[in-house]
């Protein structure tokens, strides 16, 4: 009986893992500016724009620590280049931020007008990543003579002769 309940456990751990494994996502580190770093006369509208930011992820702010900063302030602060008093400030020069709630951030450099001149970045974090685009089935289905037929429906086979077989080891 033991051996049956461990094999009913490893089907449906494998069952789940594959249901799920699109799902998962690795977390990415993301340097700013990519080769660029944290500098002036970069577009860090245009540079977000081509990442993805989820919760997880970290940002990796590069640069001099003589001529620059990484501040973090909410977003009517961003609008007009404004630093208050609490704002989050990093100096190190290799900055790590770490992305841990989804939602709108907003850094900029708040050194000398830099800001003002366009070092600036608004990301937005998503809580988990978009599942991936699936192919758009054909049309018209494929013949059950051509490959692809046969081979669909052996698969159908298959999922169906798995899913009896648990489903008779639970009873079981």
Not at 108 to 135: N, S, W, Y
Not at 138 to 163: Q, Y
Request: net charge negative.
């Amino acid at each position: 009986m033991t051996s049956k309940q461990t094999l009913v456990v490893a089907i449906t751990v494998a069952a789940l893992t594959i249901a799920f494994l699109p799902g998962l996502a690795v977390a990415m580190e993301h340097v700013v500016g990519d080769d660029m770093g944290w500098a002036l006369d970069f577009n860090y509208t245009a540079w977000a724009e081509t990442k993805q930011f989820v919760v997880g992820d970290t940002l990796v702010f590069e640069y001099g620590t003589a001529g620059h900063d990484v501040v973090e302030v909410g977003g009517p602060d961003f609008l007009a280049c404004n630093q208050p008093d609490n704002a989050v400030v990093w100096t190190s020069g290799l900055d790590r931020v770490a992305l841990d709630k989804a939602g709108p951030r907003w850094f900029f450099c708040g050194m000398d007008q830099h800001c003002e001149r366009g070092m600036k970045l608004k990301i937005t974090v998503l809580e988990t990543a978009p599942p991936a685009p699936q192919p758009k089935p054909p049309l018209v289905a494929p013949p059950p003579s051509s490959p692809a037929g046969k081979l669909e429906a052996r698969f159908g086979e298959a999922v169906a002769v798995v899913t009896a077989v648990a489903v008779a080891l639970l009873v079981l």
